[in-house]
């Protein structure tokens, strides 16, 4: 007899591509032999495991200002870590507009944009091509399409937005919401600001025909690791959205610790944002009390300069990677992506084909030789629209990670790729 499941828990019953892959690899990984470049797990030194040993007993001995911080906290978020994120806001760029809220999730950004899809409608939503695979591969689960819009060096493109949304005629009114990474993944494609404006300008357009406020989910994921001292510093759209349309979802993953799962929505108080925050309390009441405060205490006292270790680590790994990717695969690129923000790169190779069972991941995942170094990636085929535009284009992409794995380790993988081309 079988247990009845909706058709999200039907469509959760078998691992996704993505995961069986990693999973596989991961089940034979040899500790210090194979090199993990499919991760996207941040570098363990960047993690400061000594500022949360200050952090925990500032929290537990500040009572006054930590109340009961190991007890139930409220589905709005710590208000201390409210404060201090509107606080380091406010240091790093504009300050968040007073009618703007801001809600903690109860497990990091994954559960602010999963609880999107439980608080709108089931529909189409517009999003780059490549996009975030984890994501899509919810959205699907869940029923939700794609217009999948090809980016270019700036993202999205807007002609092919422009045309894409023409082509979806009446179908239009199913669009749910949009959303972009601000700093792609896989790509690491940097949203330039002027197209992050011109894509709330064409949101706010059709919210405008269609009579409706349709959202723009920012996904700041990466945005905190802007490591290239040439790159121009990221402008919000927030207080310049008369039509309260845009949103941002940030997380302290990437640059204090993915364990800590804090991740927030920011946007115009309204429904929306009252809904997200009845969401959090259904999921599990709030994330734990004691972590967001100590979130808030990082905040406060140690973020900028953690910021400054995060990213001339980052930046450094990031030049000796590209420097082996060029000499090593030159030849064999049409075109690279990232370097300057996040810890991906993003090869797409003249002719040869990077998905499982051809033989360039074969051979890298599965060497004839078993003392060699297996080395596994993301196919670029997770991350495009399996029936978009630059379908075949992502059957010669891969995304290699130079965040987890040491600089001497990830040349390897990339000498042992320059072999297998
Ligand atoms: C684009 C993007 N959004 C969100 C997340 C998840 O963030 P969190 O750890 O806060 O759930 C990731 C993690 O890799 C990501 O790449």
């Known amino acids: 007899m079988d247990v009845r499941l909706s058709g999200y828990g039907a469509a959760s019953t078998a691992p996704s591509h993505f995961n069986r892959m990693m999973a596989d ?63 380091f806001l406010a240091r790093r760029q504009s ?34 091509d490549p996009n975030y695979y984890i994501y899509s591969d919810t959205l699907e689960r869940k029923g939700f399409r794609f217009v999948a819009v090809p980016e270019d060096t700036e993202g999205p493109c807007l002609a092919a937005l422009d045309r894409k949304i023409s082509e979806l005629g009446d179908e239009a009114e199913r669009i749910s919401f949009f959303y972009f990474v601000t700093v792609n993944n896989p790509s690491c494609t940097i949203l330039s600001n002027a197209r992050r404006r011109a894509l709330l300008d064409a949101a706010a357009a059709i919210s405008q025909k269609q009579n409706r406020r349709i959202p723009v989910f920012y996904d700041l994921a990466y945005e905190l690791l802007l490591h290239d001292p040439a790159g121009v510093p990221f402008r919000s759209v927030l207080p310049e959205d008369p ?25 115009p108080a309204g429904e929306l944002m009252t809904a997200m925050v009845q969401k959090t309390a259904d999921t599990g009441f709030s994330a734990p009390l004691f972590v967001q405060d100590m979130a808030a205490y990082l905040l406060d006292h140690h973020i900028e300069a953690q910021l400054a270790a995060v990213n001339a680590g980052y930046r450094e790994k990031a030049l000796a990677v590209s420097a082996a990717i060029h000499s090593e695969l030159g030849p064999h ?9 996040g810890f991906y790169f993003y090869p797409t190779f003249r002719d040869t084909r990077t998905e499982p069972g051809s033989k360039f991941f074969e051979r890298l995942s599965n060497p004839a030789d078993p003392a060699q170094p297996r080395v596994i990636y993301i196919p670029g085929q997770y991350c495009v629209h399996p029936r978009g535009d630059i379908a075949e284009k992502g059957l010669r992409q891969l995304r290699l990670s130079y965040g987890f794995e040491e600089t001497g380790r990830i040349v390897d993988a990339i000498r042992l790729m320059r072999q297998a081309l």
């Open 25 to 87: 690899f991961a089940h034979t990984f040899r500790d210090g032999v194979d090199i993990n470049l499919g991760v996207g797990y941040v570098n363990e030194k960047t993690i400061p495991v000594d500022l949360f040993h200050t952090a925990l007993r500032a929290v537990s001995s500040d009572t006054g200002t930590y109340r009961q911080a190991f007890n139930y906290g409220g589905a709005a978020g710590s208000p201390n870590l409210v404060r201090a994120l509107r606080g």
């Open 95 to 128: 300050p968040l507009p007073d009618r703007y809220r801001i809600a903690i999730g109860p497990c990091g950004a994954t559960s602010i944009l999963d609880a999107l899809t439980d608080l709108l409608p089931t529909g189409i939503v517009v999003t780059a």
């Open 243 to 267: 039509l309260g349309v845009a949103y941002e979802i940030g997380t302290l993953s990437k640059v204090l610790a993915p364990a800590l799962r804090i991740g927030y929505l920011a946007g």
């Open 333 to 341: 690129l049409e075109e690279l992506r990232g370097g300057s923000a």
